[in-house]
């Protein structure tokens, strides 16, 4: 306990402002309350749900998704950082689509940047050259997870659909090498591969090539279908890696199950501490992408009446009651994912 508030009086952006938010977030949590006290410690923002590439097994890419697809506004984005901004530690730019489809995107980490929160966000990378680099370095972004799911064009392309490769790499060279010159330490760059059947014979190329590159860390990522469920057995079985020490999965009774018990089943962090706001105001109590979840909407309201509004309270409620009743609950990625295999290069 002492250790934890040690580690947060010591987090570069500590302010007292944060840290009272986060005891209270604490105790809401501890005392398992639904009616949250004060704000997240994390949120989620989505630039857009749009894509430039087609990955099947992704809603936005297999064109699943149910909610209507657009742009976050600038405007909109500094109505929710001028309301959580001097509470919240850390911002995800990133949900489902790609972020940098957002024109907008390096004005909003700034944004952020200037109330210190510590910005983190995912890309597939194809959309950074030469003629952003720089800014994406400058803006101060943190952290960036940029997924390279293949060594080789032909692999890459069989899941990220439309993906260039090349491009994806050199992005990764281009933020080292702007960094460097700025003698900068951010953002972070790491680089993520979905283990699929296709590409679990790359894995030591993709080593390689992560310490080639002098990425700062490269994750394995088990694959999941964010396409909802119950998952296709065909879609699943074509992407699962043989090597069941990369699947999250079980095959049974004819379908996909996770390999795992539900973790926590009273109790869920995401619905207490890291919400995800949509590029539309849609409040959810965490990325995954259900219609069920929409709980209210920041723009039509503030963020902290939607944060504990009935619906909010009464999600928190089941959840304490018995969160694998709950169909989305018990199908959550959240619930049985933990195990993601990582490797410094
Ligand atoms: C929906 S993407 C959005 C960000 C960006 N477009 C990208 O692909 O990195 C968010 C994260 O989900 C991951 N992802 C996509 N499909 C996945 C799957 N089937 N299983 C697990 N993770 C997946 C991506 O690699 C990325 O890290
Ligand atoms: S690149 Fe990202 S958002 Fe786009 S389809 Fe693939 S996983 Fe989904």
Redesign the pocket.
Request: with cysteine.
């Given at each position: 306990m002492l250790k934890r508030i040690k580690d947060k009086l010591d987090r570069p952006n500590h302010t007292w402002k944060r840290f009272l938010n986060s005891c209270l977030n604490f105790i809401s949590k501890s005392l398992r309350i639904p009616f949250v006290l004060g704000f997240p410690e994390l949120v989620s923002v989505e630039p857009t749900?749009m894509?430039?590439?087609?990955?099947p097994l992704?809603?936005?890419?297999?064109g699943k998704m149910r909610r209507r697809q657009g742009y976050l506004t600038l405007e909109n984005f500094k109505k929710v950082v001028d309301e959580v901004g001097d509470y919240i530690y850390y911002m995800t730019l990133s949900n489902?689509?790609?972020p940098f489809l957002n024109e907008d995107l390096i004005a909003m980490i700034r944004y952020a940047k200037s109330k210190r929160i510590v910005v983190s966000l995912?890309?597939?990378a194809?959309l950074i050259d030469e003629s952003n680099a720089s800014d994406i370095v400058g803006s101060g972004l943190d952290n960036m997870i940029i997924?390279l799911d293949g060594a080789t064009q032909s692999s890459y392309e069989k899941?990220?659909?439309g993906?260039d490769l090349s491009r994806a790499i050199n992005a990764v060279k281009l933020i080292i090498e702007k960094r460097d010159e700025r003698k900068s330490k951010t953002p972070f760059l790491q680089i993520q591969f979905i283990v699929m059947r296709h590409n679990e014979d790359e894995i030591e190329e993709i080593k390689n090539l992560a310490q080639a590159l002098n990425a700062d860390r490269l994750v394995f990522k088990k694959l999941c279908n964010?396409n909802g469920f119950p998952n296709d057995p065909q879609e699943m079985e074509e992407y699962m890696p043989l090597d069941t020490a990369y699947r999250a999965y079980k095959f049974e009774d004819g379908v996909y199950r996770w390999d795992t018990k539900i973790q926590d089943p009273n109790f869920c962090p995401m619905a207490w501490n890291y919400p995800v706001i949509n590029w539309d105001g849609s409040l959810y109590p965490c990325c995954f992408e259900h219609s069920s979840f929409e709980l209210g909407n920041v723009f039509e309201s503030s963020f902290k009446e939607a944060w504990n509004n009935k619906r909010f309270i009464s999600l928190r409620r089941d959840i304490l009651k018995d969160k694998g009743s709950l169909r989305t609950c018990s199908e959550c990625p959240v619930n049985f994912y933990r195990d993601i295999v990582f490797e410094a290069p």
């Open positions: 749900n894509c430039n590439l087609k990955c992704c809603p936005t890419g297999s489902f689509g790609e995912l890309t597939n194809n997924s899941y990220k659909v993906g964010l």
